[in-house]
């Protein structure tokens, strides 16, 4: 079974101070990871994926995330942050077979940006 | 815009009542899956339907049920509603046959309050 765990659920920064969100998955075969930002009243928005390659992954809105295989981990991080970046952030993993696609939440953590 | 259309938006049910939401997928995807999102939670996988068959399902009993239609929309469907069941149940599609590592993308969700 696959599983994910995000450290910090709730997460308070002053504007441009760097970020870093950590994610940990469990799945014994290869997997495709991914995070998801919700803004308040909006719906899941795709920020990054990664399923191959280059373990240092450029999402949008200047996030970037590295895949460490050893660590099982996937964390998420931005240089410095704004006051528009307050948001609920989600690592997820999807290591479904064949068609099967089921993706896999953290509980997700909770960003604020203090202007 | 993901592409993703869920209807209703919100809904209020009495407890034992039953509820149908749709989803449309994006354009070009042939796969729906389901997730519910209570509050303070990550989304949960329901289940996922490709070519009009479930081929997944997570840890939800059967009176959640779902169908898929030839043109890809889906709809959710809940009998016998419990006070536990007042989520955002969010509908997300993508395409099958790429390979592994397909995006997902999620519509906005539809609040289903339970009373």
């Known amino acids: ?115 | 815009e993901t592409g993703v259309t869920q209807s209703p938006t919100h809904l209020i049910k009495t407890r034992g009542q039953q509820v149908t939401l749709r989803c449309s997928s994006q354009s070009g995807h042939n796969t729906v899956s389901w997730y519910q999102q209570a509050l303070g939670q990550g989304p949960q996988f329901i289940f996922q339907y490709y070519r009009e068959e479930e081929n997944g399902r997570g840890n939800f009993p059967p009176r959640f049920s779902g169908l898929q239609f030839p043109n890809y929309s889906s709809e959710l469907n809940v009998n016998a509603l419990e006070l536990d069941d007042s989520a955002l149940y969010l509908c997300a599609s993508s395409n099958q046959g790429q390979g592994a590592g397909n995006t997902i993308y999620f519509g906005e969700g539809s609040w289903l309050t339970v009373v």
């Open chain 1, 1 to 115: 079974a696959q599983s994910v765990s995000q450290h910090n659920h709730h997460v308070i920064l002053s504007e441009a101070a760097s970020l870093e969100l950590g994610c940990n998955y469990s799945y014994g075969g290869t997997v495709n990871l991914f995070w998801y930002v919700q803004y308040p009243g909006q719906h899941l928005q795709l920020l990054l994926k990664y399923f191959s390659g280059d373990p240092l992954v450029k999402g949008i809105k200047g996030f970037e995330a590295e895949f460490i295989k050893s660590k099982f981990s996937f964390n998420l991080r931005k240089p410095s942050v704004q006051w528009s970046d307050t948001a609920e952030y989600f690592c997820a993993v999807n290591g479904g077979s064949g068609g099967y696609q089921k993706v896999t939440f953290g509980i997700g953590t909770k960003l604020q940006v203090i202007p």
